[in-house]
């Protein structure tokens, strides 16, 4: 995409000017002026709790402000609601996904369509998802039921929802956090068409090969503060990331490899292991791995192909047949706290639907998985002081900064997943099952949760890392795996294959089995 076109239409579509927002103990939005632009995509970037998500749920309805105006062509408009929001055609997926699990994939996006008729009707709706479906390679069932689906099904989802939607303004909250490469590729050539059409476009995301991809101008907030509005032409990543922390930012040295030993007892192995797919999920196929400590095993595939699944079996979340042993003792099977008690930790896709009590304070989950260390008087009272110095212990070691006495709930989503990843990464862990690691990381974070990854091998972890950043994989594993339909249809060492190959076995267009080393 080239440069912003000189003959760009520059009535401005909405002006936001003076926004503020405050919630207990922190101030999220301070005295901010924004102008969004028909014709033209406009990329929203900052560090986690920068205050992104807090302005465009403020623009969408979802959030009142405290003081500052909106203007809507040129008039003051208020917006109480997101039903006022969408009045004026404004939608927004947002990243914590705004679904009805219950519901089908059709009627979920049906209860989002204007001038919905008294009685559905499922043929028209079914056929217009597989239509879009189809044509920028976001396929779902629209009969399969939401609850059973993966995150990265459910974000699929949400992007139906928008493009099938009247909205001129599309806000977009993080929108490729799970599309695999050539996903991603349809979703930008679906917003270059929308931005032709005159569609105006926020892009609310921490990835900077996406702004320089799409994106037309650029906003970066920084505390809560506007920094600098650019034009996507006049900047490059360092300016960016500069602006965005005040300083530059050292990026993760490539891990030298350390030599794995393989002759030892695996912390874990899979041997024959299948599981029956109950309801939607995917079944997963005769899966045979080990993971031996100090070794970082990849796992590649696009997101519904059994990585959720493959998690969970290796938590005890969902049973199987075959067997599974954890540093040689078989647990197939097990519950939960048998399997955490064997120092198996877990950093799942989506922090706030399993890994948090949403209700409950970041210092209260911080305690939630390691009760015993801090309980007193036989279970009559906790050592908040004690999880108080840990907690604090576990983020400064990280670098992280997330408030302990917030909700879970209230977090953005990047300030929850680091939470979780100080807790997790502060058990001293044997295996550490890692899914989606650094999804919704602004790059500070991502590095250092890298940098903690890292730490954990060379402490003689071992690390089932589930991704579908390619570079990521082939950076930090040393051998990787990719799932295809419940199947490994791979076995690799990052040296000896490409990430052209991977990305044919990801998408089933190239199978080829490998055994086991």
Partial sequence: ????????????????????????????????????????????????????????????????????????????????????????????????????????????????LPNLPAVLNHQQINEQIEDVSKRYSLHVNPNAKVANLSIGEQQKVEILKLLLSDAKLLILDEPTRVLAPHELEGLFIVLNKLREDGYAIILITHKMNEVFSCADRITVLRKGRVVNTVLRSEVNENDLIEMMFAKRITSVETPEKQAVDRSGTPVLELSSVSTTGEGDAIKLDDINLQIFPGEILGVAGVSGNGQKELSDLVLGIIGSSGKKLINGENVTNRSIPVVRKKGVVYIPENPLMMAAIPFMTVLENFA???????????????????????????????????????????????????SVIAREMSRQPELIVASYLTRGLDVQSANAARKALIRARESGAGVLFISEDLDELFKYCDRMVVLYQGRIVGVFTPEETDIYEIGHLMTGSEVLYAAEE
């Fill in 1 to 112: 995409m080239g440069d912003i076109n000189n003959e760009l239409d520059e009535r401005i579509l909405v002006s936001m000017q003076g926004i503020t927002k405050t919630f207990p103990g922190v101030l999220a939005n301070d005295n901010i002026d924004l102008d969004i632009h028909p014709y033209e995509i406009h990329a929203l970037l900052g560090e986690n709790g920068a205050g992104k998500s807090t302005l465009m749920k403020i623009l969408y309805g979802f959030y009142g402000a405290d003081s500052g105006e909106i203007y809507y062509q040129g008039k003051p408009y208020q917006i109480r609601s997101p039903h006022d929001a969408r009045g004026i055609q404004i939608g927004m997926v947002f990243q914590d996904l705004n679904l009805i699990p219950a519901l089908s994939v059709a009627e979920n996006i049906a209860l989002f």
């Fill in 368 to 418: 939630l998985t390691n009760t015993a260390s801090y309980i007193r008087f036989g279970g009559l009272a906790m050592d908040w002081g004690q999880i108080h110095k840990d907690a604090l212990a576990a983020q400064e070691k990280l670098g992280f900064d997330v408030p302990l006495y917030t909700i879970a709930k209230a977090l953005s989503g990047g300030n929850l997943q680091r």
